[in-house]
């Protein structure tokens, strides 16, 4: 069983800053990529941010430069630091991690979700 627990949601102003983090926990054998998703009202689910074990990192287009994300692999943990927020980033933020919970059996898992309000 694995659990990710996010934590870092809120309501900030226009231009202010949030940091979310996650923290995978169970059993997990390693972490093969790890990162945030959001889900607006009325639309899709769109990939945020990701990083994989590698470093390599990917990021939505909309948010370069405003957001970076960061992971501790001795804490199976990721965070998502945000700065610059438009009301646009209003979402709920899910933590998404794909992962092997033995040396061959791997899968998809997500996080509650945290809400993410941007408004003055």
């Known amino acids: 069983q694995v659990q990710l627990v996010e934590s870092g949601g809120g309501l900030v102003q226009p231009g202010g800053s949030l940091r979310l983090s996650c923290a995978a926990s169970?059993?997990?054998?390693?972490?093969?990529?790890m990162g945030w998703y959001r889900q607006a009202p009325g639309k899709e689910r769109e990939l945020v941010a990701t990083?994989?074990?590698?470093?390599?990192?990917k990021y939505v287009d909309s948010v370069k430069g405003r957001f970076a994300i960061s992971r501790d692999n001795a804490k199976n943990s990721v965070y998502l630091q945000m700065n610059s927020l438009e009301p646009e980033d209003t979402a709920v933020y899910y933590c998404?991690?794909?992962?092997?919970?033995?040396?061959?059996?791997?899968?998809?898992?997500w996080g509650v979700g945290t809400q993410v309000t941007v408004s003055s």
């Open positions: 998404y991690a794909r992962l092997y919970t033995d040396s061959t059996t791997w899968g998809d898992y």
């Open positions: 990083k994989n074990s590698g470093g390599a990192t």
């Open positions: 169970g059993s997990i054998f390693t972490i093969v990529d």
